[in-house]
């Protein structure tokens, strides 16, 4: 394990979207705070003509089987980003399922989300989180 592998998992929701021009699917990572903010841009072909595909979060850091049953969409029904309570919800059914305490920065994460606190308050408020803000390319 890295460093400090809680908080790159809280800071590393992506989002796949289906470019327009290449018709390539592309897998973009960004922070709560940027999302919405930054332009995706085509990994492939540098183009902005981005399109969603699926609304949901998944672990950037995850192993790629747990991703998979993560990512379920039977699991994922109903789950919409944008719903603080519902991410909370959401991360808390993750870390059970990994059998793993994954601390106290986690557990509080997963508590203010759930109260309904948004992302962007809560990264504010636990200014810890973004010392481990990754760079976007
Ligand atoms: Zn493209």
Same mark, same amino acid.
């Given at each position: 394990? /890295? @460093?400090?592998?809680?908080?790159?998992?809280?800071?590393? =929701?992506?989002?796949?979207?289906?470019?327009?021009?290449?018709?390539?699917?592309?897998?973009?990572?960004?922070?709560? $705070?940027?999302?919405?903010?930054?332009?995706?841009? &085509? =990994?492939? &072909?540098?183009? #902005?003509?981005? !399109?969603?595909?699926?609304?949901?979060?998944?672990?950037?850091?995850? +192993?790629?089987?747990?991703?998979?049953?993560?990512?379920? #969409? $039977?699991?994922?029904?109903?789950?919409?980003?944008?719903?603080? !309570?519902?991410?909370?919800?959401?991360?808390? @059914?993750?870390?059970?399922?990994? /059998?793993? #305490?994954?601390?106290?920065?986690?557990?509080?994460?997963?508590?203010?989300?759930? @109260?309904? +606190?948004?992302?962007?308050?809560?990264?504010? $408020?636990? =200014?810890?989180?973004?010392?481990? $803000?990754? #760079?976007?390319?």
């Amino acid at each position: 394990m /890295g @460093k400090c592998p809680r908080n790159e998992v809280l800071r590393m =929701p992506y989002y796949d979207y289906l470019c327009q021009a290449c018709r390539r699917p592309a897998r973009l990572f960004f922070t709560y $705070a940027e999302y919405g903010v930054k332009t995706a841009v &085509c =990994p492939h &072909c540098q183009s #902005d003509t981005l !399109q969603r595909r699926i609304r949901r979060v998944a672990l950037a850091k995850s +192993e790629d089987a747990r991703l998979d049953s993560f990512s379920d #969409d $039977a699991m994922l029904a109903g789950f919409d980003e944008d719903d603080p !309570q519902a991410m909370g919800r959401f991360m808390r @059914k993750m870390s059970q399922e990994m /059998g793993e #305490d994954l601390g106290d920065e986690f557990n509080e994460v997963v508590d203010r989300l759930e @109260k309904g +606190e948004s992302p962007e308050t809560i990264e504010k $408020a636990m =200014p810890d989180l973004a010392d481990t $803000a990754p #760079d976007i390319p």
